[in-house]
């Protein structure tokens, strides 16, 4: 991971063969806004709510990454957690979206993320399964 941070602008490159969700986890921050994300990926997995379960769905690729966008909070246990959705564009050209389950970088990867700053972001499981984003003031 390649990064440049100050109090309000944060950019991050990743590099081929990186994992995105564990990169994501490893970002130095409990409460941050991923604003935007380009670059490829390969053997992603992404999720649709079906409103009890993900129903998941594999994309080998290597395919565009032409948005990404998403937040990073914390669990009751401190473990960060990345809550990201994103839209493939194929070979072939057909887009493809969905919640990220999983995916490598292939080649390159760039975001922009916010970090927030008097803004605490937290993770809850609640009653449907999901697990609820509950922000409040630090």
Request: hydrophobic content about 45%; charged content about 20%.
């Amino acid at each position: 991971m390649i990064e440049a941070k100050n109090a309000g602008q944060w950019v991050v490159r990743l590099q081929d063969g990186e994992v995105l969700v564990d990169a994501l986890r490893a970002l130095e921050s409990d409460a941050a806004l991923i604003l935007m994300g380009i670059g490829m990926l390969k053997d992603v997995e992404l999720g649709f709510w079906n409103g009890s379960e993900y129903e998941v769905h594999a994309y080998p690729g290597p395919a565009e990454l032409v948005s990404l966008q998403g937040n990073v909070a914390v669990d009751a246990q401190g473990r960060r957690i990345a809550h990201v959705h994103l839209c493939l564009s194929q070979q072939d050209g057909l887009v493809c979206g969905g919640h990220l389950i999983s995916a490598t970088v292939h080649n390159t990867l760039e975001m922009g993320l916010l970090p927030l700053v008097g803004i605490a972001m937290e993770r809850r499981l609640e009653a449907n399964g999901l697990v609820g984003l509950f922000p409040r003031p630090r």
